[in-house]
């Protein structure tokens, strides 16, 4: 029931019809809602007066955000399912405020100035399923405001000023699965005797001013099952013994809590698949100690994520309590190296360690790990030396992400990866030079993905680096400065489904007919954007017949490029941000058989030599993408001016024809003239 006392609130500012709440550092950080959206709206000076329409498949959704409304306009439909309506001017909510609209399935109502939900608001609305109520001020909430929905599953109340669980009516939530309730000021979670929780999967108090959990609040969550709990940014100072005592989750969050040890003692007995216990940026790095993971000895847990910690003294010892671990996270823990001689882990199944200061890959004692089957170095803050045969214990291992670590190898890669036979993902992008060998994965024959971005590398020997890798499906090269005359560098993908070649050159900025894609017969996609490109040949890509998805955007490509696409049918074709003025006429059919295709930012022809694209355009507008992006460039007088929009009269005009009947009636007369003259004078001479 409502009291007094939930009527109490801190005090929002508000300036301009906008509540601003202050939102702190951490919460920016986890928080849900985006306040750089809040920012985009207040400093949008260009309004649309009409809700924007979106049909997805049978549902009816359309976005009514941010156009000062104090109510439903009357052009939206009756049908509408799927609302967005925030950012309007909405102070009370009552059973006549949607009333219309009775096939709402999802109503947003963020920051709408909400204070008042009286009784019975959502009454004639069956089916709706989720309410958003984020960012309003609210300062009462009807027993029965929220009756009416059979199947109420989500309710988000964040930042809406709430104190007390006591404040949130009760009726009608027996379906409830999600309740977001972050940001506010909530002390305790104790919530009313007669709220139905049984149902709940996601339970969300991520910064509020929680600071001690006892048996008496946990227990309205006995009958959940599977449940994920959010505590993240509340720094848990206490919990009662025996609290979570034979209570499951699905996941648990305390991120930010100062004191692990607390929280770790305090979960004794109970059973989650997913701790998470990092920190943040914004938060002063406090030394962890080896006994405080004591506690995971007395619980059940498959996943921890230590992010941003900081152990002091880890040894061997440290993971005594980690043997049931299936995963575990230590990214930016300022490891520069895993203690030799752990035991016991057997279980893990994946490992993070991004954004550490170890020097050679040896240091992280693979050893200890040996049913790996997915490993993370990423962003390692020193230079990675891989070593040789670091990892061959981790024969099972199938993912491995070695990216932004500033790597750099004369020889690689079959030494360095040695005994990874299953090996199924590699990540080296973002790393310094790299000099591979003539099959430089032999040891990986089952990779699946490969990515090389950004990531300089050159062929130490005359085969193909990739010669051995049949089953290879993804392949980025992107930004690689490859040397792309060399027709035999992809040789081997016998399976390649996915080629990024993005940002690489080819010789004198063309594809010739004889290049190094010709050996790709399985390939579906290729991304061959900003390659400074000017030309294709007709018959280069000839030998690829299953592409369905090309991007030549960002390049320097005329309009007679598209003939080399003439034997291909139902691609997606981007040539966005060209060089095409005009597309001849006897190039429409191959255009005509794509399925989508995007030719926007080209300084397109809107004169009439280039009548019959334009009438083919506006004849099948359904194919095109970026529309609005698709405009002229020539004359100077329709710069700008969609191509959608672009009249043109190519035939004569009735000036034309009129100058044109006196020309042949001048003619005429010139005609007779001569003809008498021509009868006089040889009259004349008889």
Same mark, same amino acid.
């Given at each position: 029931?409502t009291?007094?006392?939930?009527?109490?609130?801190?005090?929002?500012?508000?300036?301009?019809?906008?509540?601003?709440?202050?939102?702190?550092?951490?919460? %920016?950080?986890?928080?849900?809602?985006?306040?750089?959206?809040?920012?985009?709206?207040?400093?949008?000076?260009?309004?649309?007066?009409?809700?924007?329409?979106?049909?997805?498949e049978?549902n009816?959704?359309?976005?009514?955000?941010?156009?000062?409304?104090?109510?439903?306009?009357?052009?939206?439909?009756?049908?509408?399912?799927?609302?967005?309506?925030?950012?309007?001017?909405?102070?009370?909510?009552?059973?006549?405020?949607?009333?219309?609209?009775? =096939?709402l399935?999802?109503?947003?109502?963020?920051?709408?100035?909400?204070?008042?939900?009286?009784?019975?608001?959502?009454?004639?609305?069956?089916?709706?399923?989720?309410?958003?109520?984020?960012?309003?001020?609210?300062i009462?909430?009807a027993?029965?405001?929220?009756?009416?929905?059979?199947?109420?599953?989500?309710?988000?109340?964040?930042?809406?000023?709430?104190?007390?669980?006591?404040?949130?009516?009760?009726?009608?939530?027996?379906n409830?699965?999600? @309740?977001?309730?972050?940001?506010?000021?909530?002390?305790?979670?104790?919530?009313?005797?007669?709220?139905?929780?049984?149902?709940?999967?996601?339970?969300?108090?991520?910064?509020?001013?929680?600071?001690?959990?006892?048996?008496?609040?946990?227990?309205?969550?006995?009958k959940?099952?599977n449940?994920?709990?959010?505590?993240?940014?509340?720094?848990?100072?206490?919990i009662?013994?025996?609290?979570?005592?034979?209570?499951?989750f699905?996941?648990?969050n305390?991120?930010?809590? +100062?004191?692990?040890?607390?929280?770790?003692?305090?979960?004794?007995?109970?059973t989650?698949?997913?701790?998470?216990?990092?920190?943040?940026e914004?938060?002063?790095?406090?030394?962890?100690?080896s006994?405080m993971?004591?506690?995971?000895?007395?619980?059940?847990?498959?996943?921890?994520?230590?992010?941003?910690?900081y152990?002091?003294?880890?040894?061997?010892?440290?993971?005594?309590?980690?043997t049931?671990?299936?995963?575990? =996270?230590?990214?930016?823990?300022?490891?520069?190296?895993?203690?030799?001689?752990?035991?016991?882990?057997?279980?893990?199944?994946?490992?993070?360690l991004?954004?550490?200061?170890?020097?050679?890959?040896?240091?992280?004692?693979?050893?200890?790990?040996?049913?790996?089957?997915?490993?993370?170095?990423?962003?390692?803050?020193?230079?990675?030396?891989?070593?040789?045969?670091c990892?061959?214990?981790?024969?099972?291992?199938? #993912?491995?992400?070695?990216?932004?670590?500033?790597?750099?190898?004369?020889?690689?890669?079959?030494?360095?990866?040695?005994?990874?036979?299953?090996?199924?993902?590699?990540?080296?992008?973002?790393?310094?030079?790299?000099?591979?060998?003539?099959?430089?994965? #032999?040891?990986?024959?089952?990779?699946?993905?490969?990515?090389?971005?950004?990531?300089?590398?050159?062929?130490?020997?005359?085969?193909?680096?990739?010669?051995?890798?049949?089953?290879?499906?993804?392949?980025?090269?992107?930004?690689?400065?490859?040397?792309?005359?060399?027709?035999?560098? @992809?040789?081997g +993908?016998?399976?390649?489904?996915?080629?990024?070649?993005?940002?690489?050159?080819?010789? =004198?900025?063309?594809?010739?007919?004889?290049?190094?894609?010709?050996?790709?017969?399985?390939?579906?996609?290729? %991304?061959?954007?900003?390659c400074d490109?000017?030309?294709?040949? #007709?018959?280069?890509?000839?030998?690829?017949?299953?592409?369905?998805?090309?991007?030549?955007?960002?390049?320097?490509?005329?309009?007679?490029? %598209?003939?080399?696409?003439?034997?291909?049918?139902?691609?997606y074709?981007?040539?966005?941000?060209?060089n095409?003025?005009?597309?001849p006429?006897?190039?429409?059919?191959?255009?005509?058989?794509?399925?989508?295709?995007?030719?926007?930012?080209?300084?397109?022809?809107c004169?009439?030599?280039?009548?019959?694209?334009?009438?083919?355009?506006?004849?099948?507008?359904?194919?095109?993408?970026?529309?609005? =992006?698709?405009?002229?460039?020539?004359?100077?007088?329709?710069?700008?001016?969609?191509?959608?929009?672009? #009249?043109?009269?190519?035939?004569?005009?009735?000036?034309g024809?009129?100058?044109?009947?006196?020309?042949?009636?001048?003619?005429?007369?010139?005609?007779?003239?001569s003809?008498?003259?021509?009868?006089?004078?040889?009259?004349?001479?008889?």
């Amino acid at each position: 029931m409502t009291t007094a006392n939930n009527l109490l609130h801190e005090p929002l500012c508000v300036f301009a019809g906008i509540y601003l709440v202050k939102i702190t550092r951490s919460e %920016i950080a986890a928080q849900r809602i985006s306040v750089i959206l809040l920012v985009d709206q207040i400093t949008n000076s260009v309004r649309n007066l009409h809700c924007f329409s979106h049909q997805k498949e049978a549902n009816n959704t359309y976005n009514c955000e941010n156009l000062g409304l104090t109510g439903v306009p009357d052009t939206l439909p009756n049908t509408t399912e799927f609302l967005e309506f925030g950012f309007n001017f909405l102070p009370t909510l009552e059973n006549t405020t949607f009333t219309r609209l009775g =096939d709402l399935i999802f109503l947003d109502l963020t920051r709408c100035q909400i204070n008042w939900v009286h009784e019975d608001t959502f009454q004639n609305h069956h089916q709706l399923n989720t309410i958003v109520l984020t960012g309003n001020p609210l300062i009462f909430m009807a027993e029965t405001s929220l009756n009416g929905p059979t199947s109420l599953q989500h309710l988000f109340l964040i930042q809406t000023g709430i104190s007390n669980l006591e404040f949130i009516p009760s009726q009608n939530l027996e379906n409830l699965e999600s @309740l977001y309730l972050g940001s506010n000021h909530i002390s305790s979670i104790k919530f009313p005797e007669n709220f139905p929780t049984q149902n709940l999967k996601v339970l969300d108090f991520q910064n509020n001013a929680i600071h001690y959990l006892s048996s008496e609040d946990l227990r309205a969550l006995e009958k959940t099952t599977n449940l994920s709990l959010n505590f993240n940014g509340n720094d848990i100072k206490g919990i009662e013994a025996g609290a979570f005592h034979s209570k499951i989750f699905q996941s648990l969050n305390f991120g930010g809590t +100062l004191n692990l040890s607390v929280v770790l003692k305090g979960l004794q007995n109970s059973t989650t698949q997913s701790l998470w216990l990092g920190s943040y940026e914004d938060t002063d790095d406090k030394d962890l100690t080896s006994a405080m993971f004591d506690g995971l000895c007395e619980m059940s847990v498959e996943s921890i994520n230590l992010q941003k910690q900081y152990i002091s003294d880890i040894s061997s010892a440290t993971f005594r309590c980690f043997t049931q671990l299936q995963e575990l =996270d230590l990214t930016a823990n300022h490891l520069n190296e895993l203690p030799s001689g752990i035991e016991g882990m057997k279980a893990l199944k994946k490992l993070v360690l991004n954004v550490n200061i170890f020097d050679q890959l040896c240091q992280i004692s693979a050893a200890s790990f040996p049913s790996l089957l997915d490993l993370s170095i990423k962003g390692n803050k020193r230079k990675l030396d891989l070593g040789a045969r670091c990892l061959e214990k981790l024969e099972n291992l199938q #993912k491995l992400d070695l990216s932004h670590s500033d790597i750099e190898a004369s020889d690689c890669c079959n030494l360095q990866l040695k005994n990874l036979s299953h090996l199924q993902y590699l990540n080296l992008s973002y790393n310094e030079p790299l000099g591979l060998q003539s099959q430089a994965f #032999k040891e990986c024959p089952r990779l699946k993905g490969l990515d090389l971005a950004f990531t300089r590398w050159y062929v130490k020997g005359p085969q193909s680096p990739f010669q051995n890798l049949h089953n290879l499906q993804v392949l980025n090269l992107s930004h690689c400065l490859l040397d792309t005359s060399n027709q035999h560098l @992809l040789t081997g +993908l016998m399976d390649l489904r996915h080629l990024n070649l993005q940002g690489n050159h080819f010789q =004198d900025g063309s594809i010739s007919k004889t290049n190094l894609l010709q050996t790709l017969r399985s390939l579906e996609i290729l %991304i061959l954007s900003s390659c400074d490109l000017l030309s294709i040949d #007709k018959q280069a890509f000839q030998s690829l017949g299953k592409l369905s998805h090309v991007d030549l955007s960002y390049n320097n490509l005329m309009g007679n490029s %598209i003939d080399a696409l003439s034997h291909l049918q139902g691609i997606y074709l981007n040539m966005a941000t060209n060089n095409i003025h005009v597309i001849p006429s006897h190039l429409l059919p191959t255009l005509t058989q794509q399925s989508t295709i995007n030719l926007s930012h080209n300084p397109l022809d809107c004169t009439c030599s280039n009548i019959h694209f334009i009438t083919w355009y506006k004849e099948n507008l359904q194919k095109f993408e970026g529309s609005e =992006d698709t405009k002229c460039a020539n004359p100077p007088s329709l710069k700008g001016v969609k191509l959608s929009d672009v #009249k043109l009269s190519c035939g004569i005009t009735a000036m034309g024809i009129f100058f044109l009947v006196v020309f042949l009636f001048l003619i005429a007369i010139l005609l007779i003239f001569s003809v008498k003259f021509l009868l006089r004078w040889k009259y004349q001479h008889i």
